[in-house]
């Protein structure tokens, strides 16, 4: 069977910030694709404000490069495995993947989830790049082996346990095929060689009948909704009418608008494409990721996107606090519920289920990044909302009631080795292993329950003094741990009245536990202002003023200063909540507050507990 000899699909999979997009920006550079003196900014791939800011890939994306007579059409993946469902749905797109890998760190866990996914699609051919050859420490030939011992592990055949090697320097834009770092070049020739030679030609089967599968989902304001996908069969034109078959085995026809292709960091209008060809479809207002545009007289559908389901779930509802309706655009249920039902549509990862209450909804996602960040998107667009502490999501399999566990991969520095494993233990992580690094590190590898991770990364944090480096990524369901709750261990100091927070009254305060506002701050009843040093809540006054006389002691306005509050950040805020306990979120704050905002009903719904636990 022919091939189409000038194109080649793949896509580069990594762990979280192992140079990936850096990579994708220097094979930008050196083909033939820029114009002469075009200047391209850092990760350009990265063109959401959140993945720019955190220096991470959440979303797919496209393009494709120039080398000679060949295109290389490349798929920037995520690296966390969050965002797992983004790696899963491009993967049956390409017909080989560069493993990005860190010559320093090594294999992560993230390394070996998305090399899993990689190799769950038998026909992907691999290419290893080792990645920051340059970095002090690097250990490149080490390296290679600890990829080597994944491939075995995770069931790779032979022709993929026979992969090619390429040494880089993305940030410094060299390559060789050696692992010395004298035989760096200034060149990605190494790179687009061992592409051409080692990926295989899409087939070219375009005299067949037509079968485009939608892998991504995009938006425009003028087409509407667009498909991503790869051409696996026939050709494809503008004003074609074509039939695309839903996954719930119906079928629509539609004339095709409007097609794209990708070239460099533009989307270019074209008007035909055939097999292997990597496109963007409009003019079907309601197509999923996962359905098929075929020739209507053969309809025949492509096997659908197999996506692991959600492990983790919060309850977001509409801004019902004191302060709803002053700094959002979208604050009613009606325009909440659309945009979350207008992301399930773009994140196959994501699902949005109705409750009994009219005015909240039930979101399952992969992990607290995948929702943080749906979460900030929602607040920077403009919309006010609460949200309820993640939990996770048990199954009943075989009859026996699971839950997620995660492996858990730390690099601390050797002091901080005893806490950290003190600390997962009491979370009911289990230590597989413990390997001494070098410069004073240990690397320790845990089984953990999901439940147990939520909340520790601030504590992990805190015990290694920002030295410690944790990943983690779901392994597998087992029989949920009984009797056990991994909640916060510490109460909250919660405002009893509404005002300002006065510096007087949060002098008197701060020496129950940690204050979480400045003075000055706005606050309502029920809203959390301070962590407690017990375990239980405590209403106070944090908007007390001093009581104004005509005696003033010499000196005593000089002394009214209080310890430096913390200011937790949305993943942080996310972490520190109870069950009882929701974070309001909105365009402009992050305010923590109890569910049941009235102190009195509050007090006598925790006795009514407490009465029940005890029968």
Known sequence: ???????????????????????????????DTLPEHFSIEDRAMDTNAIERERGITILSKNTAVKYGKYQINILDTPGHADFGGEVERVMKMVDGVLLVVDAFEGTMPQTRFVLKKALEQQHLTPIVVINKVDRKGARPEEVVDEVLDLFIELGADEDQLDFPVVYTSAMN????????????????????????????????NSDEPLQFQVAILDYNDFVGRIGIGRVFRGKIKVGDNVTLMKLDGSKKNFRVTKLFGFFGLKRLEIKEAEAGDLIAVSGMEDINVGETVTDPEHPEAITPLRIDPPTLRMTFRTNDSPFA??????????????????????????????????????????????????IETLRREGYELSVSR????????????????????????????GSVIDSLSKRKGEMKNMEPGENGQTRLIF???????????????????????????????????????????????????????????????????????????????GMIVGE?????????????????????????????????????????????????????????????????????????EAKRRRAASRK
């Open 390 to 417: 993640p939990e996770v999501i048990y199954r009943e399999i075989d009859g026996v009631m699971c839950e997620p566990f995660e492996e858990v991969q730390i690099d601390t520095p050797d002091e901080y080795t």
């Open 447 to 525: 089984l953990a329950p999901s439940r147990g991770l939520i909340g520790y990364s601030t504590e992990f944090m805190t015990m290694t003094r920002g030295y410690g480096i944790m990943s983690h990524t779901f392994e597998k369901y087992a029989p949920v741990i009984k009797n056990w709750n991994p909640g916060r261990q510490k109460g909250t100091l919660v405002s009893m009245n509404a005002g300002k927070a006065t510096t007087y009254a949060m002098m008197g305060i701060e020496s129950r536990g940690q204050l979480l506002i400045d003075p000055g701050t706005e606050v309502y009843e």
């Open 325 to 374: 309706g002053r700094e959002g655009k979208f604050v009613t249920a009606r325009q909440l519920e659309d945009r979350l039902k207008r992301e399930m549509q773009t994140d196959v990862s994501l699902k949005v289920e109705d409750t009994d209450d009219p005015g909240a909804w039930t979101v399952s996602g992969r992990g607290e990044l995948h929702l943080s960040i749906l």
């Open 173 to 204: 834009g060299t390559s060789s095929y050696d692992s010395d770092i004298s035989t760096q070049e200034h060149t990605m020739k190494p790179l687009f060689d061992t592409i051409i030679k080692t990926i295989p030609a899409p087939i070219d």
């Open 1 to 31: 069977m022919k091939s189409r000899d000038d194109i080649r699909n793949i896509a580069i999979i990594a762990h979280v910030d192992h140079g990936k997009t850096t990579l994708v920006n220097e094979m930008l550079k050196q083909s």
């Open 532 to 604: 407690n040093s017990r375990e239980n809540d405590i209403t106070v006054n944090i908007t007390k003023g001093k009581n104004l006389t005509n005696v003033r002691a010499a000196g005593s306005d000089e002394m009214a200063h209080i310890k430096t509050p913390t200011h937790f950040s949305l993943e942080e805020s996310l972490e520190f909540l109870n069950e009882d306990e929701y974070c309001e979120v909105t365009p402009e704050n992050i305010r923590l507050r109890k569910k049941i905002l009235n102190t009195n009903a509050r007090e006598k």
